[in-house]
């Protein structure tokens, strides 16, 4: 794998559970729990939440990270948001970030349940577009003791105005249009349409960023297909749902999590990073902004020699610890 990519890690330190809880909404949330195979089960002990890259399921990135959080001594879990991957949710690849700010708070009510778990000490963890839903959740969830983003991506700004505010008005508007004439279609029984996601080919008028997003998504070294979807699907939502992002300001009183910690990690070279920029700006201390030299954002998903592990083991230690 490319520059020690290595998304599909697997670790003979830490025992793999499978698992499933029902949100808020009684939508069933899919899950992988990591536990320490040294971990005294008869005491209690930090947890952290981990949410994968909008589009993505847990496989890709977020088990990684639960992986080398658990090697840790934490417990983790991993999640696939609702209308994803394993998790529950009709019509699949539909948009709603509130839900999916209710999936980290779900996986809080499962953690707490959990004997060997102090629900005094949980934090979570969100990579890419996870960024924005874990502090929608933190804001009003305040269980979330520490609140970790890696490669933020905050979709409600993504999807308004683009990077670099690279979206003007009438192109958002013809945007909302679309979306609205596919809603008559797909009322009417006609059949669905999906956009953005990672393109499917490269040719010479690709865009750095598309290349980016495909090294991951479209290669062996993050490529996955959910039971029951299609390669042809993956990371695409529908186009009449992928406007509820336009409605969705995941930075609007991010003031309110302090005294809550929070983590912002960003790639030197993101063309995300502005995002994380952004909330870092607006949270109210306890809060850093940490800049990984070099790094790229999809860097962050998987390149382990890059990702700044005992940057967030410190963290967690010593905010849950």
């Known amino acids: 794998m490319s520059n020690h990519a290595d998304n599909f890690y697997k670790s003979d330190l830490v025992v793999i559970q499978k698992v499933t809880f029902k949100n808020q909404y009684q939508m069933t949330v899919a899950g992988n729990l990591f536990v320490p195979k040294t971990l005294d089960r008869n005491r209690k002990h930090a947890a952290i939440v981990v949410g994968h890259p909008m589009g993505a399921v847990n496989e890709q990135s977020a088990n990684l990270y639960a992986t080398k959080m658990a090697e840790q001594g934490f417990v983790t879990l991993s999640l696939d948001l609702s209308f994803w991957g394993e998790s529950e949710g009709q019509p699949r690849n539909a948009v709603s970030p509130d839900i999916y700010a209710e999936d980290f708070s779900a996986a809080v009510d499962f953690l707490d349940t959990q004997p060997f778990v102090d629900r005094q000490r949980i934090g979570v963890i969100g990579i890419c577009g996870s960024g924005s839903f874990v502090i929608s959740a933190a804001k009003i969830d305040p269980r979330m003791k520490a609140i970790a983003t890696v490669s933020m991506y905050d979709m409600g700004a993504a999807n308004r105005n683009g990077l670099r505010h690279g979206l003007g008005l009438d192109q958002r508007k013809r945007i909302i249009a679309d979306a609205a004439a596919q ?34 998504y479209r290669t062996p070294r993050g490529e996955y297909t959910p039971p029951g979807s299609s390669p042809a699907l993956t ?21 309110t999590i302090s005294p809550r910690p929070l983590l912002f990690i960003t790639g030197e070279n993101a063309h995300s990073r502005e995002f994380s920029e952004d909330a870092y700006r607006l949270a109210k201390q306890p809060k850093e902004l940490f800049v990984v030299p070099g790094a790229g954002h999809v860097d962050l998903y998987d390149r382990v020699d890059l990702i700044p592990f005992d940057k967030l083991t410190a963290f967690f230690r010593s905010h849950l610890e």
């Open 183 to 216: 809603r008559d279609v797909e009322f009417a029984g006609g059949d669905k349409r999906y956009t953005s996601g990672t393109v499917h080919q490269l040719d010479e008028h690709s865009t750095p960023i598309e290349r980016e997003f495909y090294d991951f």
């Open 235 to 255: 990371t695409h939502p529908t186009l009449s749902s992928n406007v509820k992002f336009m409605n969705f300001y995941p930075f609007n009183d991010i003031e």
